[in-house]
């Protein structure tokens, strides 16, 4: 059997997934007096996104890339949406609520769609 090497595509799908599995471990709404990490904010969801080209990387095996690139912009379109949900307004100043945590997930998603891009073990077709 023949051992493949990992390509830096997939060294940065897999990092980026890593990242968005501790972003959920950080705050995702911080406030003064309010903190919530990334499961009560039901943060879990964005890893669904992700799980296909992770897995694909982890394995080494070919995955498609209209598939993945697909569920990681929509991830991404979901993730500007929700920090952007997250701004109040505080005394007439409008302060983002959005925590480091939510942060990183973006950052992860947008690393991710990178790696996936970058993979040239990747399938073109259907």
């Known amino acids: ?11 940065i799908i897999l990092i980026s997934s890593a990242i968005g599995l501790l972003s959920l471990f950080m705050p995702w709404v911080n406030l003064a007096f309010l903190s919530q990490n990334g499961f ?11 799980i296909y080209p992770a897995l694909s990387a ?12 697909i569920t990681l912009v ?4 979901v993730m500007f949406a929700y920090i952007s949900d997250k701004s109040v307004d505080f005394f007439g100043a409008s302060i983002s609520a959005a925590g480091s945590g939510a942060y990183a997930m973006l950052l992860a998603l947008i690393g991710a ?9 990747v399938n073109q077709e259907l």
Do not use: D, H, P, T
């Open 1 to 11: 059997m023949e051992s493949k090497k990992y390509l830096l595509s997939e060294i």
């Open 40 to 50: 009560a904010q039901q943060g879990y969801i964005f890893l669904v996104v992700m």
């Open 58 to 69: 982890y394995k080494k095996k070919s995955s498609n890339k209209i598939i993945s690139i």
């Open 74 to 77: 929509i991830g991404l379109i």
């Open 113 to 121: 769609l990178v790696g996936v891009i970058m993979n040239k073990r």
